[in-house]
């Protein structure tokens, strides 16, 4: 098995991982009657965020330091994973009157793999920062 592939299996469970806490935590906070499901959903993500941040900077890149730097983009790659989640759905089933199950495994095939790939070549890149990023 490549090492890239090694990786990628890593990525998935750490996605798996994330994606079973945001469950939890919009569950737990909407079923406790603390906020509503929209506010519960918002903590959730952002839970799930950290949680898949962490663990997908300590195993899956066995990244080390420089959170400064990856968080923010590792944030932005989620929220642009977020983003093309939506525009799959609306253009599959909004537009092309799609079965939604159709749209679901659209966004299961093409989202994970371009995360990985931004996160693997943006977020945790272990190449050296050039000038540009030398001063932010």
Do not use: K
Not at 98 to 124: K, Q
């Amino acid at each position: 098995m490549t090492a890239v592939v090694r990786q990628f299996g890593r990525f998935v469970a750490v996605g798996a991982a994330a994606t079973a806490t945001h469950v939890g935590v919009a569950m737990a906070l909407v079923e406790s009657g603390t906020v509503g499901f929209s506010v519960a959903n918002i903590v959730a993500f952002c839970v799930a965020l950290v949680v898949s941040y962490l663990g997908n900077h300590g195993w899956t890149f066995a990244a080390v330091g420089a959170h400064a730097r990856r968080f923010p983009r590792f944030a932005v790659v989620a929220v642009m994973g977020l983003a093309l989640n939506q525009l799959i759905v609306f253009l599959t089933v909004g537009l092309a009157g799609w079965n939604y199950r159709i749209a679901l495994a659209v966004v299961v095939l093409v989202v994970p793999g371009l995360s990985f790939a931004v996160n693997r070549r943006w977020v945790f890149d272990e190449r050296p920062f050039v000038a540009s990023e030398r001063s932010s």
